[in-house]
């Protein structure tokens, strides 16, 4: 089966347009994951300057760490989400999540190059916590609150949004199916238009084919009928031609053979007649044998230059 041609013309048609659908299909997913993940990341970051600019209120009212972290914990904790308030040295000094808290810990965030670095945005950075959970740190500088405004001595430099890193990645799976009946369909249409394809390229072949096997055979007359301009056309053309050749060769030959024949059969005769009558004792003088050899003698030389 994968010894003809007409099937590997098909395999190869459909495995260019496989490579060519995964290819696509992967630069697909690449950009839309990409473009959904910034779209998720900036809107979360509008929602961390919301947060951040409701702690900054409430450092100024002088509220406590512990309950800043508890009037903003209701709205975050909503959105799956979780706030930290770190001070200068990267320590969490508070955190809205009750579920392995993060709170005393320090996050090795580089807080000196974020402020002094001037920056477009929000900035973000990568972080696995010790579950092995990966975590996208949105950060966001604190104004030092007004001299005498803060009555504890504890103050946050920094808001941390937390956000799930599996909450930016799921958008992109929900293409895998549209993308692979896309494909599939893709696929089908390709396999019928390469069939198709192939069977065009192969008729002629599989039809010189033929013509040779009975040309084999002693059967000659064979035509193939070229279909288009293409290369396999002008092979068919080249296959007519060297029919018309072959036949022709062959007529030579039985006309060569006819003629050769024919011009050795008068020679012949008047020697096998000459040389029974001298056998059967018909001939009953010496000239007429002398005449009767003469004869044998220059038909045996016409025929020998017949011959040459």
Not at 108 to 132: C, K, M, N, Q, W
Not at 141 to 158: D, K, R, Y
Not at 187 to 198: A, E, M, P
Request: hydrophobic share 45%; glycine share 6%.
């Amino acid at each position: 089966m994968f010894h003809s041609i007409r099937t590997k013309l098909v395999l190869s048609y459909a495995l260019i347009v496989v490579l060519c659908l995964l290819l696509a299909g992967l630069g697909a997913i690449v950009l839309i994951n990409r473009y959904q993940r910034d779209a998720i990341l900036s809107r979360y970051r509008v929602t961390a300057g919301a947060i951040t600019q409701q702690v900054q209120a409430l450092m100024t009212l002088r509220f406590p760490v512990p309950q800043i972290a508890s009037r903003v914990s209701g709205q975050i904790t909503q959105l799956g989400l979780r706030a930290l308030l770190i001070d200068k040295e990267g320590i969490v000094l508070a955190d809205t999540s009750e579920e392995r808290p993060f709170s005393g810990k320090t996050l090795p965030i580089p807080l000196e190059e974020l402020t002094a670095t001037p920056r477009s945005g929000v900035p973000f950075r990568h972080y696995r916590d010790e579950e092995r959970q990966s975590w996208v740190l949105i950060v966001s500088p604190l104004q030092p609150p007004p001299e005498g405004a803060q009555a504890h001595s504890v103050v946050p430099s920094h808001v941390v949004v937390a956000i799930p890193e599996r909450e930016l990645a799921p958008a992109w799976r929900e293409l895998l199916r549209p993308l692979f009946l896309a494909g599939l369909v893709a696929l089908v249409l390709s396999v019928i238009v390469s069939v198709l394809l192939s069977r065009s390229i192969t008729r002629p072949i599989l039809a010189m084919t033929t013509a040779s096997a009975r040309m084999a055979e002693g059967d000659y007359e064979q035509v193939v009928r070229p279909e288009g301009q293409d290369e396999v056309a002008r092979l068919a053309d080249s296959f007519n031609r060297m029919a018309r050749e072959v036949e022709r060769s062959r007529q030579s030959q039985r006309d060569l053979i006819a003629n050769v024949s024919h011009d050795l059969r008068t020679p012949l005769t008047s020697i096998q007649g000459f040389s029974q009558a001298m056998l059967e004792g018909a001939i009953h003088d010496q000239q007429g044998y002398q005449r009767a050899a003469q004869i044998i003698k220059d038909e045996a030389e016409g025929m020998g230059q017949l011959i040459d």
